[in-house]
Nanobody, 113 residues
Framework: QVQLVESGGGLVQPGGSLRLSCIAS????????ITWYRQAPEKQRELVAG???????NYADSVKGRFTISRDNAKNTVYLQMNSLKPEDTAVYYC???????WGQGTQVTVSS
């Protein structure tokens, strides 16, 4: 069974950067598409970025050019590098595997001066 654990969230000023990590248990990590979602207060959860097992990536329009998703299969980890952060990026960020329908517990990102 695959489990996902996010880390790396925190408080950052507008224009700053954070790198989120999603670490997966299990031996099938390299086969998995992994996605990042976020949910702001009183808003629906939205897709932020995704990466396939072949390292094809996709991004929400709101983060293109600012966020970069990558993976390190040797470490069973997917990263989300977030640059030029804006207050509207404030949310709980979750990683998700569509194949095994597993969510992580989330990590809070707050962008505020």
């Amino acid at each position: 069974q695959v489990q996902l654990v996010e880390s790396g969230g925190g408080l950052v000023q507008p224009g700053g950067s954070l790198r989120l990590s999603c670490i997966a248990s299990g031996r099938i990590f390299s086969m998995l598409t992994i996605t990042w979602y976020r949910q702001a207060p009183e808003k629906q959860r939205e897709l932020v970025a995704g990466i396939t097992n072949g390292e094809t990536t996709n991004y929400a329009d709101s983060v293109k050019g600012r966020f970069t998703i990558s993976r390190d299969n040797a470490k069973n980890t997917v990263y989300l590098q977030m640059n030029s952060l804006k207050p509207e990026d404030t949310a709980v960020y979750y990683c998700y595997s569509p194949l095994v329908r597993t969510w992580g517990q989330g990590t809070q990102v707050t962008v505020s001066s």
